[in-house]
């Protein structure tokens, strides 16, 4: 699976952006999905994930109540809507596929296979 993550840039705090991350390579729904945030000097974690079906989402708790994951397998996309942006927040942003069966999603970086190149979100004070 090949992975294009595209939709970042440089916003105020209290605004909004939509990441899209594009898959190419093998059967988009067949993966569960994730997004990902490396700020600098800071470890890579967790943001999002959604099942393969798109029926079941998990957020971190910093980010619960202003992001939203979704996903159109028909459009071999998923997004992740950003809402009422901090400034923490800023970091590269990356999309990421793992095989799955149902309703099963992940949180851990390790269970994830493919990875997309990043984009950058940086959110101004």
């Known amino acids: 699976v090949q992975l294009q993550a595209f939709g970042g840039g440089l916003v105020q705090a209290g605004g909004s952006l939509r990441l899209s991350c594009a898959a190419s390579g093998r059967t988009f729904s067949s993966y569960a999905m994730g997004w990902f945030r490396q700020a600098p000097g800071k470890e890579r974690e967790f943001v999002a994930a959604i099942a393969r079906s798109g029926g079941s989402t998990y957020y971190t708790d910093s980010v619960k109540g202003r992001f939203t994951i979704s996903r159109d397998n028909a459009k071999n996309t998923v997004y992740l809507q950003m809402n009422s942006l901090k400034p923490e927040d800023t970091a590269v942003y990356y999309c990421?596929?793992?095989?799955?069966?149902?309703?099963?999603?992940?949180?851990?970086?390790?269970?994830?296979?493919?990875w997309g190149q990043g984009t950058q979100v940086t959110v101004s004070s």
């Open positions: 990421s596929a793992a095989y799955a069966r149902g309703s099963y999603y992940y949180t851990q970086g390790s269970s994830y296979e493919y």
